[in-house]
């Protein structure tokens, strides 16, 4: 995969590589949605990302420690927009949040794209503490029928979807049993949601994103890392720093300790016995820790 030039440039020159990385992600998922085939969206342009992450950890180690940095400093959407209505759905990646923009603009919304960042560890419960979750009153959507207690009041809206379809596809519900399903209930609930909120500015943003462990996907680890990643961390992607000590993946770049836990870097992942989700989250990666964040003006 050929990156632009400018884009080397701008990592190169420009004092917040952040920042120029979340735009080249943003260009790389957007040429990927021009394609209407949207399992080759899914597929192919996570090859793309996978490149592009090669190149990020090959060539900018160091970006891991500023993206580490920027999900903990960075101002979350509820402290830059804390007069907006904003629906988190949890688990929405910039893979779903590309394609939404693409259908939102179509529908004639007026929306622009946005990047904000996870949490480290990133998941649900690092993210409900850096945003102060128990502080604000959130309208949870756990099923399509609580929509339909959104009322005019309603500021914050905590959808479990996608997060729960990725579930199902991983346990194999005949229901949802691919991603462009997935993504085809997500733009209904997100559409169905849009239509009961009347709001000069609504939001629409995400929790963590998620990485993909098919084969030809990853990262390898060598032998020794392997058996010290299944050891430390089993299936999960993350762990307390407390009586551990990783020094030798954290030496390779494997693994970044932060913010009290050690945390996978990129791409990489270990086999680990019996079931192993499909899609994962709690690392430091692309795909885990920029967020999406679509305003729509009214």
């Known amino acids: ?19 120029t990385v979340g735009r080249e992600l943003i260009r790389l998922w957007t040429d990927s949605a021009r394609n209407n085939n949207l399992e080759e969206h899914y597929y192919k342009g996570e090859e793309s990302i996978k490149d592009f992450e090669d190149l990020l950890v090959n060539s900018y180690p160091e970006f891991y420690d500023a993206l580490a940095k920027a999900c903990i400093n960075r101002k979350s959407v509820f402290n830059l927009y804390p007069s907006a209505k904003i629906i988190v759905m949890d688990g929405m990646s910039l893979r779903e949040s590309t394609l939404l923009f693409n259908e939102l603009m179509h529908k004639g919304f007026n929306v622009k794209y946005e990047l904000n960042f996870s949490s480290v560890p990133s998941d649900t419960e690092n993210f409900r503490e850096k945003i102060n979750y ?6 949870p959507v756990n099923d399509e029928n609580a929509i339909n207690l959104l009322t005019q009041d309603t500021q914050f809206i905590w959808s479990y979807f996608p997060d729960i ?9 005949t229901k949802i049993s691919s991603l462009v399903q997935m993504y085809e209930n997500v733009k209904k ?5 849009l239509s009961k909120i009347e709001s000069d500015t609504i939001l629409i943003t995400s929790d ?34 407390d009586n551990l000590y990783l020094n030798n993946l954290v030496s390779k770049g494997y693994v970044k300790d932060f913010n009290g836990f050690y945390v996978a ?17 709690g ?5 885990e820790c920029f967020t999406p964040v679509l305003i729509i003006e009214r």
């Open 189 to 193: 609930i997100v559409l169905s949601m």
């Open 165 to 173: 379809l990725l579930d199902k596809i991983q346990v194999g519900h």
């Open 208 to 241: 963590h994103g998620y990485i993909m462990t098919e084969s030809g996907l990853n990262f390898p680890l060598d032998d020794r890392a392997k058996v010290e990643c299944q050891k430390a961390f089993g299936s999960k992607r993350y762990v307390s720093m």
């Open 1 to 19: 995969m050929e990156f632009k030039a400018d884009f080397i440039k701008s990592l190169i020159e420009e004092p917040d590589s952040v920042d």
């Open 134 to 139: 128990k502080e604000r009153k959130f309208l």
């Open 265 to 281: 870097k990129s791409r990489y992942l270990w086999p680990v016995p019996g079931k192993y989700s499909i899609y994962i989250h």
């Open 283 to 287: 690392g430091l990666s692309l795909m």
